[in-house]
């Protein structure tokens, strides 16, 4: 089966560059995501990684991936106070329902 | 670009009764749409896929005479949790996938509190 494995907690100073890690299991899955949750909302697409991409980079985004290692990261540079928030990897592994699984999340904290 | 609306944002109910959560995708169809839920702290986890014109599929250990979804038409979906008990207490977040593969769509959440 799939799961998906973040670290809970990363807090960084502000202007410094935040990297967010996760790992998978399915090496089937066909698209990565990053989503950013803050505060009682929802779901904000931040970017994805097709599964033959090595790496995306979008404004201060960048998107790492091994497949060998089943590794995917996210870097934010210049971390602003806003961006604190909770991160979520998600994997769509192809079976043609595409819903989600997410990982457990990863807590950012931006201290001024 | 496409949205998902939620309604409501939020609700308190009593022990007992029947909450209705509208899921509304306002500028492209869903003939599917899937519902989470998110215990505070934790991840969403996949409750149900809600398919237009026929039966929602559960995931395991989801009751579906507890939480009863209805995909009326192919911008509604609808997700009733019936004898609301304290710990049904959550956030219930829908998605639905857009016209590719690349993305899918979340509504703003529903944070339900049984009291």
């Known amino acids: 089966g799939e799961d998906v494995e973040q670290s809970l907690f990363l807090s960084v100073r502000e202007g410094d560059s935040s990297v967010i890690n996760c790992t998978y299991t399915?090496?089937?899955?066909?698209?990565l995501y990053w989503y950013k949750q803050e505060p009682g909302a929802g779901l904000q697409l931040l970017t994805y990684?097709?599964?033959n991409m090595d790496m995306k980079q979008d404004q201060r985004l960048t998107v790492l991936l091994n497949k060998k290692d089943k590794h995917l990261s996210l870097r934010i540079a210049d971390t602003q106070t806003g961006d604190s928030a909770i991160y979520f990897c998600?994997?769509?592994w192809g079976t043609g329902r595409r819903a989600l699984t997410f990982g457990s999340g990863t807590r950012l904290q931006v201290q001024p | 670009g496409a949205v998902v609306s939620q309604h409501p944002s939020w609700v308190i109910c009593k022990s007992g009764t029947s909450v209705k959560i509208e899921c509304r995708s306002l500028?492209?169809?869903?003939?599917?749409m899937f519902w989470y839920r998110q215990f505070p702290k934790q991840s969403l986890m996949l409750m149900a896929t809600?398919?237009?014109?026929?039966?929602?599929?559960?995931e395991q250990g989801v009751e579906k005479d507890k939480f009863l979804i209805n995909h009326a038409s192919l911008t509604l979906s609808t997700l009733t949790v019936t004898s609301a008990h304290p710990e049904d207490s959550s956030f219930y977040i829908c998605?639905?996938?857009?016209?590719?593969?690349?993305?899918?769509?979340f509504g703003q959440g529903t944070r339900l509190t049984v009291v």
């Open positions: 500028d492209f169809q869903a003939t599917t």
């Open positions: 990684i097709f599964s």
């Open positions: 809600s398919n237009e014109g026929s039966k929602a599929t559960y």
């Open positions: 998605s639905a996938p857009g016209g590719s593969n690349t993305e899918a769509f």
């Open positions: 998600a994997e769509y």
């Open positions: 399915d090496s089937s899955s066909t698209y």
